[in-house]
Structures are given as structure tokens and as C-alpha cells.
């Protein structure tokens, strides 16, 4: 079983950055694992925005390409997202998720079985 826990989300000016934070726990290691950052507004589906294999391969969705970064630490068990020129359309519940079989960098949200609580995002205009 694998716990996920989100932080660093919270309120930035339109162009401006932050960096989320994904620690895993519990009684194993994430380094063979896929993981992933998705959003979610109130009343729309939870989106994809970036994934990394275990390998390091990086995916991203198109509308955060050149601005965010996904990267990972094994020896922290911890997942990161830089996210920098921050738009009010990037203003979303932020979820971190795990896959512990395929290990690839998946765009569905199907392909993750371990999920954290989320954490806020909110860019100002």
C-alpha cells in the first residue's frame, strides 16, 4: 500500500511559480513506479498534466508544456512538479497519483491505482 501526500500548493499572481511536492509513504518504494500529476476544476473531469516512468521519461499535456516540470527524487520517495508562469487557468485541485505495474508514463487517470487528497492551486489575475 502506498501513501500519498501533496503540498505546496496555495495562491500565486498570474506569472508567477510554485513547486508541489508528492511524498510517498508506507511500506515501500516508488523508484520502479509511474507517477503523475493531474487537476481537477469543480464540475469538469480530472485532467492530465504530467507523468514520469520509472525510468525518468517525462509526458506532458500540452497546455503546461514549456512551463511545468515533473521530477522525481527515489532516495526522498518524493515527487515534484515545478510549475512556472503560472495562468489563472492553471487554477485547479492538484492530485498526485502512483502506478506500481506498467511503470510508463500514462495519460489516463485509469492507469493509477494510488491517489493523494490533493492540494490547491489558485492563480490570481
Known amino acids: 500500500q502506498v501513501q500519498l501526500v501533496e503540498s505546496g500548493g496555495g495562491l500565486v499572481q498570474a506569472g508567477g511559480s510554485l513547486r508541489l511536492s508528492c511524498a510517498a509513504s508506507?511500506?515501500?518504494?516508488?523508484?520502479?513506479?509511474?507517477m503523475a500529476w493531474f487537476r481537477q476544476v469543480p464540475g469538469k473531469e480530472r485532467e492530465f498534466v504530467a507523468a514520469?516512468?520509472?525510468?525518468?521519461?517525462?509526458r506532458y499535456a500540452d497546455s503546461v508544456k514549456g512551463r511545468f516540470t515533473i521530477s522525481r527524487d527515489n532516495a526522498k520517495n518524493t515527487v515534484y512538479l515545478q510549475m512556472s508562469s503560472l495562468k489563472p487557468e492553471d487554477t485547479a485541485a492538484y492530485y498526485c497519483?502512483?502506478?506500481?505495474?506498467?511503470?510508463?508514463?500514462?495519460?489516463?487517470?485509469?492507469?493509477?491505482?494510488?491517489w493523494g487528497q490533493g492540494t490547491q492551486v489558485t492563480v490570481s489575475s
Open positions: 497519483a502512483a502506478d506500481s505495474i506498467r511503470g510508463y508514463a500514462g495519460l489516463a487517470s485509469t492507469e493509477y491505482a494510488y
Open positions: 508506507g511500506r515501500t518504494f516508488i523508484s520502479s513506479y509511474a
Open positions: 514520469i516512468s520509472w525510468s525518468g521519461v517525462t
